[in-house]
């Protein structure tokens, strides 16, 4: 059964700082990998879709990698500021169904001015 | 193009009764998944609907139930209300043209209240 875990559950830090967010999920045998974002009662936005034969994409201030066979997906933001503040949430498409995404707990991120 | 619609935005009921939520996806997408949101178990899948057949689903009691039709528009059923059906329950429209255009995009949900 997938399991998918993202550490920490919340993270501040200052303006300016780079942000490195954790994605881990128990089965390799995933289609693909996506990153959202979500605002306190809103839906998701997508950020950074990585199909299961790359290694990363970028978009912007967002660099995302994916290592499949480690169980890992590393979310980077460079140079925060206060309107990333907001909470990111993983999510694994199973190898074995196509509209199921399975998703991580997400990280609380505050970036403080 | 318009992003992925969701109808009602806030809906409040009582127990034992029943509620329709109404999802439209973007344009040209033909996939449709609904997901329930809550503070206690996160995001879980309910299931997927493509050319109007259900194609996955969740974990979730018979109660819960959908729906797809032609113009890939989608409903989501869920009857006999209990307090623990109170949730955010989010849609989410793909393309499904091929393995690889299968973003998921989501709209901005129904926040249902059960009292």
């Known amino acids: 059964k997938q399991e998918v875990t993202q550490i920490p559950a919340a993270l501040s830090v200052p303006e300016g700082e780079n942000l490195v967010l954790n994605c881990s999920f128990t089965?390799?045998?995933?289609?693909?990998l996506q990153w959202f974002r979500q605002d306190p009662g809103k839906g998701l936005t997508s950020l950074l879709l990585?199909?299961?034969?790359?290694r990363e994409q970028t978009s912007g201030r967002l660099n995302a990698s994916l290592d499949k066979s480690s169980g890992r997906s590393t979310l980077y933001i460079a140079a925060s500021q206060p309107g990333d503040s907001a909470t990111y949430l993983c999510?694994?498409?199973?190898?074995?169904?196509?509209?199921?995404?399975?998703f991580g707990a997400g990280t609380q991120v505050v970036v403080t001015p | 193009k318009a992003g992925v619609t969701q109808t009602p935005r806030y809906l409040i009921k009582t127990r034992g009764q029943q509620v329709t939520l109404s999802c439209s996806p973007i344009?040209?997408?033909?996939?449709v998944s609904w997901y329930q949101q809550t503070p206690g178990q996160g995001l879980q899948f309910l299931f997927e609907?493509?050319?109007?057949?259900?194609?996955n689903k969740g974990n979730f009691p018979g109660r819960f139930s959908g729906r797809q039709f032609s113009n890939s528009r989608s409903e989501m059923n869920v009857s006999t209300l209990e307090l623990g059906d109170s949730a955010l329950y989010l849609c989410?429209?793909?393309?499904?043209?091929?393995?690889?255009?299968?973003?998921?995009?989501f709209g901005p949900g129904t926040r249902l209240t059960v009292l």
């Open positions: 990585i199909q299961s034969s790359q």
């Open positions: 999510a694994v498409r199973p190898g074995d169904s196509w509209g199921k995404l399975q």
């Open positions: 344009s040209g997408h033909r996939s």
């Open positions: 989410a429209s793909s393309p499904r043209d091929s393995i690889r255009d299968n973003e998921q995009f």
């Open positions: 089965d390799s045998a995933i289609y693909n």
């Open positions: 609907y493509f050319s109007e057949t259900q194609r």
